[in-house]
């Protein structure tokens, strides 16, 4: 699995640019992906050394129609959180 496939976006919220001050990003990553394969991914993207990588399975939200009384749902995600080595940093939002 290729790194593109492994990683599919970052996080964007409060919470995440709070955690950037840290050394810590929040990334939307692959149902299969497991945590060497999103170190491993990380680091050849952006040339950054990754201390530790957390994941945690999100169910997706119940979500109800406008118009009608049927129920349907919002995608389950797996999210990772990356804390990176010393003072590396990843230019997410740089220009």
Known sequence: MSERQVLLRPIVSEKSYALMD???????????????????????????????????NRKGKRKRQ???ATFGRRPDTKRAIVRL?????????EG
């Open 66 to 68: 406008r118009r009608t």
């Open 85 to 93: 080595v010393g003072d590396d940093r990843i230019d997410l939002f």
């Open 22 to 56: 840290e050394g810590t990003y929040v990334f939307v990553v692959d149902k299969s992906a497991n945590k060497i394969q999103i170190r491993d991914a990380v680091q050849q993207s952006f040339g950054v050394r990754v201390a530790s990588v957390n994941t945690m």
